[in-house]
Structures are given as C-alpha cells and as structure tokens.
C-alpha cells in the first residue's frame, strides 16, 4: 500500500528549526521526508491551501477515565477526540480505578493504546494510591511507559514527602507534576473566593490555597534540583512566584488550560456546574495575568486537563457536582484567541501547544524536521463552527463551552503518517 502523504501549500509552522513559510510537506512509511523529484499520484495529495500546517498538538494533563470509570470515557474515545482536536499525543493522569501507582495499571494503559487515534504517555502517581503517605515505585512504572509522576487531583501535603518525591524522580529522569493546593486553606470550597462567590453564596477557594503550594513546591525544586512541573496555575500570585523562581534559574515549568485565560469566576453566576473546576475559575485579574504569563515565557505549556464527567457527576447541586471540564475539542480554537487578541503570536502557541510539552516529557514530537516521527496537525484558523453534544468524539459534554461560536479548528491530524482525523473529505486530492 502506497504509505506517500503530501499536504500542498500550507503554511508550515514549525518553531523548533525557526520555519514560517508556504511550502509541501511529505511524509512516508510514518516519517517526515525530504521532498523529491518522483511524479505524485493525484490521490497521494491533500491541499491545505490557507491553512497552518504544524507538528502534531500534545496535551500533556488529560484524564482518560480507563481504567474504572470507562462509562465517562475510554482511551479509545478519549484519544479519538483528542485526534479531533489536533492532538497526536496526551499524557494521562493516574488518578483511575485503580489509581496508575505501580506497573500493571500502566500496562494496561499501554496495552489498550496500541491502537489508539493518539500516542498515550501514561503519569504515575507520586504516592501509592495517591494517598499522599507513601512513595509509588517510579523506576518500576518508567520501567513500563510513565512519562511523570503526579497525584493530580490531590495535593501532596506532607513537605517531606514532596521533596522525596522530587530525589526519586530525579533519579530517574521523571519530572513531578504537582497539583497545587493546601487543602486546609481550600477545604469544603466550592468556586473560587470573591465577591460572586459571596453573592451566590457558595463557599470559596481563596487564591492563596494555590499560591501557597506553589511557593513550597518552588522551594523544594530549588533544594533538590529536580524538575518541578505545576499543573493549572490559575491564579496571577502563582505567576508572581513562577517569575522569580525562573529568574533565579529554579528548574521549573507550569501550564494553564484554557479556561483559565478565557473564562472567570462569573460562569458560574448561574450555579452552572460546567463552570466548576479545581483549581476553580479565578477573577479577571487573574484571567489578565494568565494571559500576560504566556506572552512573557512564565507559563510553557498551554493543556487542556480534558475531565470528563457524566451527567450523573455533573446535573446535581453545585457544590455536590464533580470538578472538571472536558477540553480536547475546544483548545485549539481558544488558543487561537490569544493569537486574534495579539496576546502571543502563532509561533508562540504551537511552542505552548507540540514543542514545550514534548521537550518537558522527553517525549518525541514538536518537530517537523526530516525523518522525525510524521505527529503533524494541520489548523484552519478561520473555521467557524459550534460544539455540540451531538458534534463532540468524547464520551461526555461537560463543558461550558457548547453552544457557544468557536472560531478555528485542526481540520487534519495525522499520527505517526496515519490519518486519525479528516474533517472535510474534500481536503483530499
């Protein structure tokens, strides 16, 4: 079978080798190769005329639900609304039934990914059953795929335990992804704590429960050396601690989803549990210093911490509803806000998006140079359209963004050189 892709005049974006430019790119045998002289069959070609073609997305905190909880989604659904949303690659977190704290859940995942629509790196728990007492075994999951570790969901408590968390993996090459929150400070919270949480009268996550984490984890990198990696910062004093500790050379990354620098704590004015999400949907100093932070390279990573939910989880009270939105589907087109509202510019968001999630992984990707692994995405940043729950790949609609006009989508995604999402056959030929 003739394996020979050619995406036809797109604009090729890629920030790793500096290159902006309208030009073919060719792919065979799942590798990107160097264009040649050979005669292209008609069906051999796809004209991506007016379109971004960049290395493939990856979203490093998504929650794939499998296994335990497969009735809100699966890694089959979840990766294949991954490739919908231009995804080749996601990092799943471990918090699962059982939680993926030793080397038979990770298998698992890796098994059930061969034929996944996205190369899945599974996360590691930190500590056995992410109970915050007790270390997993990190070289026995690294042995079998992990890429990190995280408790995410829970916060590590202990100090102690944290920093010996952070030797360990450093020991083994793993960054530690923590969750940042002091539970005391947080504790019964239901939306973060401001004038519309007073209004609603529902008990509130003040912004230090976050900052304050942030800060002893920042402390605790600089002690050890080890990679630190603070997932969905929120909150503009988390940033005002990420600037320092990056000035003073921490080994330090973060990322924020796209929540955090579309919506505010007014979503959820309503008692609207799509809006409900941990860490919670913050005020608009907040959503302003999240943006600034992924202009000025304090924040790296742009992910998605895609959680799905079931009706069941979310049309209840508000403060009995489960946290988390589901995000795959709609990250490229928010992302591409930043680029219309000149927050940062096209090269910039692939960086957050491919280059600064692999590079932190050590995963491959973010890269369309000759003979790298063919993860490519290509991006229509015009298209208009609008989510529904008859429209969405995942299994749940939990997200405050249906219904809603959403402008640019991945319209095209290839996984190493398979096509995993077409979404206008006429693209091709």
Wanted: proline share 5%; hydrophobic share 45%; aromatic share 4%.
């Amino acid at each position: 079978m003739d394996s020979l892709i050619v995406l036809k005049n797109g604009r090729v974006l890629d920030p790793a080798a500096g290159r902006d430019e309208i030009a073919d790119l060719w792919i065979e045998d799942g590798r990107i190769i160097v264009p040649d002289s050979r005669p292209i069959a008609e069906q051999n070609c796809i004209d991506v005329s007016g379109f971004w073609v960049v290395p493939g997305l990856i979203d490093m905190h998504v929650h794939l639900r499998e296994p335990g909880e497969e009735y809100k989604e699966t890694i089959a659904t979840g990766t294949a609304a991954a490739a919908a949303g231009g995804f080749t690659a996601v990092a799943c977190m471990p918090n699962t039934k059982p939680v993926n704290d030793g080397s038979a859940v990770t298998r698992l995942i890796k098994e059930k990914s061969t034929s996944a629509s996205a190369h899945v790196y599974p996360v590691g728990a930190i500590s056995k059953n992410s109970d915050g007492v007790e270390l997993a075994e990190y070289g026995e999951m690294k042995a079998h795929g992990v890429a990190a570790v995280s408790d995410d969901g829970l916060p590590v408590m202990s100090a102690q335990l944290m920093r010996r968390a952070l030797e360990y993996a450093h020991s083994h090459g793993l960054p530690v992804i923590t969750h940042a929150e002091d539970a005391a400070l947080s504790k019964n919270g239901c939306m973060h704590e401001g004038v519309v949480s007073t209004r609603l009268g529902l008990p509130g996550i003040p912004a230090a429960a976050e900052a304050v984490m942030v800060c002893r984890d920042i402390a605790l990198a600089a002690l050890t050396g080890a990679h630190l990696h603070i997932a969905h910062v929120s909150t503009a004093a988390s940033i005002a601690h990420l600037r320092q500790a990056k000035r003073e050379g921490v080994p330090v990354s973060a990322e924020t989803a796209p929540h955090y620098f579309t919506l505010t704590d007014e979503a959820v004015a309503d008692y609207d549990t799509n809006a409900k999400m941990n860490p919670p949907l913050r005020s608009e100093a907040d959503r302003l210093e999240i943006r600034r932070a992924l202009s000025d390279g304090t924040l790296d990573v742009i992910a998605t911490d895609h959680a799905p939910h079931s009706v069941l989880e979310k049309e209840c009270e508000f403060e009995l509803a489960a946290n988390g939105i589901i995000g795959l589907e709609s990250a490229v087109s928010l992302g591409l806000a930043l680029v219309r509202d000149k927050v940062i510019n096209e090269t910039r968001l692939i960086e957050l998006m491919s280059v600064n999630p692999a590079r932190i992984l050590g995963v491959p990707g973010g890269s369309l140079a000759a003979g790298k692994q063919a993860d490519v995405t290509v991006i229509d940043p015009h298209h208009h359209f609008i989510l529904t729950e008859d429209t969405l790949v995942s299994k749940s609609a939990n997200s405050p963004f249906l219904h809603q006009p959403l402008t640019g989508r991945a319209v095209l995604t290839i996984c190493a050189g398979r096509i995993t999402h077409m979404l206008l056959q006429s693209m091709k030929g």
